[in-house]
Every structure is written in C-alpha cells, then in structure tokens.
C-alpha cells in the first residue's frame, strides 16, 4: 500500500494507521488525525512563544523597533505577540495558494534558516570555550560543560555546512530546476543580506578571543556585584559538577 502511496494528502497512509486498520479498527485514522492536530498547535505555539521572545530581544538590543520592547502588567511582550501571531496568520493564508508552491518556499525558507542558526550555535560555543580558556578562566567553574569538545562543535560545524550546500544537488543533477534551486537556497543570499547588512550599517568587527565580553549579564557579574552567592551543593561528586545552587543574599 506504501509503495503506491505518491499523492496521498491525508494521514489514511500513514503505517501506523495501516497496522491499525488491519487489526480491525477503522477508525485509527480519525485518531492520527486527532495525534497530528495536537503536535501541529503543540509546534505552532512553541514556535509563537520563541519568536515573539526574539523579536522583543531584539528590540531590547535596539536590533528592532523599540515599540516591541513593550510588556503587559503580567510581562507578556504584547506588541511582539501580535505581530508575530499577524504575520504567521497572513503567511499561513498565502501558502494556501499557488499550488502549495509558496507553502514549499516557505518549508525550505524555515528549514534551511535552522541549520544556519544551528551552525551559528555550534560556532559560538566552540568560539566560547577558546575565549574562557585564553581569558583565564577555570572551566571547572562552569556549571555544564559540553563533552567530546571541540570535536562536538567541529563536526557540527562541517555536518552543517555540508547539508546546507548539498541538500539541494537534486535541483541541479540530473536536471537543472531554477524554481526549486531558488526555493531551497533561497534562505542564504537573505542571510548574508541581514548580516553583512548590520555589519556594514552599525560598523561591527569580528571580535577577538581575547576581547570576547564572558561576564556582562552572568551569574558570575551578579556574584562579584554581591547580588547572589554561588556554591556547589552538599551533593554526591558525580553530580558535583552539573548542579548549582543559586541563592540571592538578603537585601
């Protein structure tokens, strides 16, 4: 049934409804159905609480326009909530048309934007761990350190960067498609563009190893300021080192 499955648009094809079909109960599809409408607004809503996050962030950073830096009395970034949840709106509306075509820019454009920031992740922490060591800092102090370093970041690095130049070979060999070619690289050019945009508009450098700021906003900045106090707890030492108490001193 599987094999003769291109075209379906419904989870009726799914194999775990297949196994239940044959089982006798027909009526797993209403349940995939029910399965796959909670992860959607399950995703929907996480990715809705991420995105406005980043925008009212951004803003803070004066990186956005300030007026989403606002906040309710409850501190939900009211003007960042509306806009995201608007625009999600207006772009779910238009990839309904065109022959699922833009709905397909769409998918690539978030897909291909993911690994990128996950490549950017990578390369901040493996740039991180240098910076602490250059910088003279013990990494015993630190709370959670990642294992297999630097290899974990290196190979997240070049795993990345090969999928994002390869994952589009099928647009070029054995016949060159342009729509598809567009629509799966199409996140690249854009971020170079906002990237290489704020560089130039702003007038940032690539900052040195040994000027990278590791204490502005972290726990270690509070401590030395006298607003908390840090100690490892009364814990077995195979814990020791990825528990932390944090209490604040009394005012």
């Known amino acids: 049934n ?3 499955a291109s075209g379906a648009s419904d989870v009726a094809i799914s194999p775990f409804t297949m196994v239940f079909q044959k089982a006798g109960a027909d009526w797993a599809a209403h349940v995939m159905n029910a399965i796959v409408l909670i992860t959607v607004l399950s995703a929907g809503n996480s990715g809705l609480y991420a995105c406005t996050r980043v925008l009212w962030v951004l803003a803070k950073e004066r990186k956005a326009p300030r007026w989403f830096r606002k906040v309710t009395k409850a501190g939900v ?24 075509q833009v709905y ?32 003279g800092y013990n990494l015993a102090d630190l709370p959670y350190k990642a294992a297999l370093f630097p290899f974990g970041p290196v190979y997240a690095c070049v795993l990345l960067a090969i999928i994002i130049i390869g994952q589009g070979y099928g647009t070029i060999w054995p016949k060159f498609d342009a729509l598809s070619f567009v629509s799966t690289y199409l996140a690249l050019p854009l971020f170079f563009v906002f990237w290489l945009g704020w560089k130039y508009t702003k007038k ?14 972290t726990l270690l900045e509070m401590e030395r300021n006298g607003e908390i106090e840090v100690f490892p707890p009364q814990a077995s030492r195979s814990w020791r080192h990825y528990i932390r108490w944090m209490h604040r001193k009394p005012s």
Do not use: E
């Open 77 to 100: 970034p009211i003007w960042a909530l509306t806009f995201t949840a608007l625009c999600s709106t207006v772009i779910f509306c238009i990839s309904l048309a065109g022959n699922q």
């Open 2 to 4: 599987l094999a003769n």
């Open 104 to 135: 397909i820019f769409l998918v690539n454009l978030s897909g291909l934007s993911g690994m990128i920031f996950w490549f950017g992740i990578s390369l901040c922490h493996w740039r991180f761990r240098r910076a602490y060591v250059i910088q």
């Open 204 to 217: 940032s450098k690539w900052i040195k190893l040994t000027d990278i700021d590791l204490v502005t906003g």
